[in-house]
């Protein structure tokens, strides 16, 4: 990736983020989605999604969303926080996909491929 | 919205779902993306996206993705829980657009319009 | 443990919970330690615990409190979790000792020890 | 406080240590409790946590533990939070007492009260 190069568009959320403001309109919710409620509600939605690894192998993790015990938890709580992020972007004006763009190239840029190879370096010595 | 009718794509994260996979891969970090250590990184994420806001009154929440105090951190964090979003995901092999659609239907019927009018309802007495 | 039985005192923070108290009062920080607030704070403090663990492998996970790239960091989001907790306990005006030795009578009951034995249950068939 | 005085003894959480200690034992649950994991069901704790408040106004907040409706959800789950982070340090082998000594002298040292009075500063301009 070039971060001096124009990055194409990454995702489209338009229909979900529409979709949402609709759902929230017509329960008159829009008073309850202000950005701290929606980071809670966010918060809320990522523990559940923990609650279904925390106990998991390494390989029962890994087959989490095709294993029938645990598939249609996996499927829900990855929507559910996909649903509250795209509203609380919604909410306070982002653009999803900008800010996507503009992260992936700040990442290149911080994390050169050769230098970082094999290596999260976080807490490495250097 | 009906919940019974075939609903249209709401969101196509592919673009960035195939942008990590290649940072990933160039960079070896597959061995690290599985799906535990993905949540935690999550977990990170939304933990920086709290910390934005934690102090600020319910205005300057409504206005952080516009004040220059706050913006920057605002789209970086936003995006970053999207990224590994994305990317837990795609290691999982869940589809967000087929997972959110169906979450979106679940909803619907979950919370219909006329009973949840202006009320979370959550922790209301019945 | 006889879940009829009168459990002893499990915790004492009140040299804590006086000392945040005291913390707060001196800066003026009241008016921010409001419950939603603190849940921000305590959310940011176990992203950064988080944070620590999330490329880590099993073994480095289970040596980060002696390794000395880790050690420090460990300690602090530990205690940083365990400071957001009791001062939030105490805005809410919960006695932290009370409601533990509730919950480990509750989970005593919810999980007997010889139907639990070696497994967490969760998602298994029953 | 004085940063350079020794500070008393702020917690003793030996006794909810022991217990849960012994929990884990009589279920052969230390497997389990592997620090990766035991950062998770913290998670999904604090997730609870977050739920109950989400949608409360700042009022319903503060009342949240004198409210039928959630006084007992609130005890609980910051109950549950206290459990896994003592349980945490325990496996981690982290003195909380002391590692909470040590980050208030370095809180006291980073806030001075004098310069931080009324404000969080964090994001104001300097």
Redesign the interface.
Known sequence: ?NPKEP???????D??RA?LE??AA????QP?H????L??????????????????S?AA??A???NP??AQ????E??????Y??R??D????D?D???R???R???VK?P?ER???S?R????P
């Open positions: 990736m990055m194409q568009h990454l995702v489209d959320v229909g979900l979709a609709a759902f017509e329960r008159d919710w309850f202000n950005p701290k409620n980071v809670l509600a966010l918060v809320g939605e990522v523990g559940e999604l923990a609650e279904i690894f925390q106990w998991l390494p993790s890994a989490a969303a095709s015990d645990t938890a996996v499927r829900d990855l929507a559910d926080v996909l649903l992020l795209v609380l972007a909410v306070l004006g982002v999803l900008a800010a996507a503009a992260k992936m700040t990442n290149a994390y491929a970082f190879r094999g999260s976080k807490y490495d010595t």
